[in-house]
């Protein structure tokens, strides 16, 4: 009976130890926080979007995203819906295939999991930050309190460098380090862009629903649609967390890129610009600020007359075709420069980790270190938002948590 310990008590590291005891083995997770599962409760806006029902390989990122298919292929969504409905979870589907617990309470999926790790008996050692570890006969984990610990196989599921109040703080990729481990370079994911302007300050908390799309040299790479939010420093929402990751390795390569925000996008720009004249032709004697109103967020109206130069006074019947021209440009297409992101505090995910070519996707093992194990966001692997990270956690925890069991 192997001793397995699993470097972390998140989604990732909870669900490798009940499958490597589930196999027969002696498991002890060590967590730094005073608590497991820390990061799940923030997930969902509280409510734990734990998988997706329209999950394909192409949601996933990193050096090389078809890593994740092993993975996944064994324990997918089928296996995990089962999995947590035997633990009391009755799933509940959502907008394009988010899976939530039916209770839509985050605290529902880690009661379960916290239940089961009681009830097989998996010792779990909270405040137990690891700060080294070093492999001769066994592995050897030493504890920031001086505190040695041994066992024969070790599962690292620190977690990555997103959210680091919830203990994410990138020690896992010291640890791998110190072990030989390559790290591709680390940066946030599915998170708020900074945009170049000084608009922001004015439409700070304006939303609406629109599409959202990434170009480079006018050709379109990515896009969404659904709620964006300009902040003060630019924008969010989910679409723009979406586009955050290609953005970023964009910038991160030296490549400008810009994002197009079509805030009227049930319309083309020519459908627009139809509408606006029929719409203006009953509006003659208003002044162009007074006759947006009811089209668009009003708090929008002087910040986009002013990028088009029309002056908010001026009399619609005063307006010219290429005046109404500029107007149905904006509101189908307005560009601004990306500047950057919002820090790891703010972003959901991490995008980089251990280099996934030293890895054996089929057991999670190191290629490297004979009975070390990785699973989770520590790996150079993420996901779309929408259920799909939980996912990775889910597939890579079980599959490196029985393999270290087994081996």
């Not at 008590?9 to 909870?14: F, H, S, V, Y």
């Not at 999926?109 to 790790?117: A, H, W």
């Not at 009953?282 to 088009?308: D, Y």
């Amino acid at each position: 009976m192997p001793k397995v310990l699993v470097v972390g008590g998140g989604a990732a590291g909870m669900m490798a130890a009940i499958s490597a005891t589930n196999q027969g083995a002696e498991v002890v997770i060590l967590e730094r926080n005073n608590r497991v599962g820390k990061k799940i409760l923030a997930t969902g806006n509280g409510r734990c979007n734990y998988t997706n029902i329209n999950l394909s390989i192409s949601n996933y990122h990193g050096n090389n995203p078809k890593f994740a298919y092993s993975c996944i292929s064994k324990f997918g969504v089928d296996k995990t819906l089962d999995f947590f409905e035997q633990l009391g979870i009755t799933p509940a589907v959502e907008d394009n295939g988010k899976v939530f617990p039916l209770s839509f309470q985050s605290s529902s999926v880690l009661d379960v999991l916290r239940f089961e790790l009681e009830d097989l008996g998996i010792e779990v050692l909270t405040d137990g930050f690891v700060t080294n570890i070093k492999k001769e006969d066994k592995f050897q984990l030493t504890l920031m309190n001086g505190r040695k610990i041994y066992g024969d196989r070790v599962i690292l599921a620190t977690g990555g460098n997103a959210a680091p109040n919830t203990g994410s703080d990138g020690n896992g990729y010291t640890l791998a380090k110190n072990m030989g481990h390559s790290i591709v370079d680390v940066f946030p994911g599915l998170v708020q862009l900074k945009l170049e302007g000084n608009i922001f300050k004015q439409v700070d908390g304006v939303k609406f629903v629109g599409t959202a799309g990434l170009y480079r040299k006018n050709q379109l790479i990515k896009e969404d649609r659904g709620d964006i939010l300009f902040t003060n420093y630019g924008i969010s929402g989910p679409p723009i967390l979406q586009l955050s990751r290609t953005a970023l390795e964009y910038l991160n390569n030296g490549k400008d890129i810009e994002l197009k925000v079509s805030i009227i996008d049930t319309k083309t720009e020519e459908e627009l610009y139809d509408y606006l004249i029929y719409r203006f032709g009953f509006m003659a004697k208003k002044t162009i600020e007074r006759g947006l109103i009811g089209l668009i967020n009003k708090r929008l109206i002087l910040p986009i007359l002013k990028e088009i130069r029309i002056d908010k006074n001026k009399q619609i019947a005063h307006l010219s075709n290429e005046e109404v021209r500029r107007l149905s440009g904006i509101l189908t297409d307005w560009r601004f420069n990306i500047s950057g992101s919002k820090s790891f505090k703010d972003a959901q995910i991490t995008a980089g980790g251990i280099d996934t070519n030293e890895i054996d996707s089929s057991t999670m093992e190191s290629k490297l270190v004979e009975g070390l194990y990785f699973a989770g966001e520590i790996v150079d692997i993420d996901g779309d938002c929408g259920g799909f990270n939980l996912q990775w956690a889910w597939s890579s925890g079980y599959i490196a948590g029985e393999n270290s069991a087994l081996s």
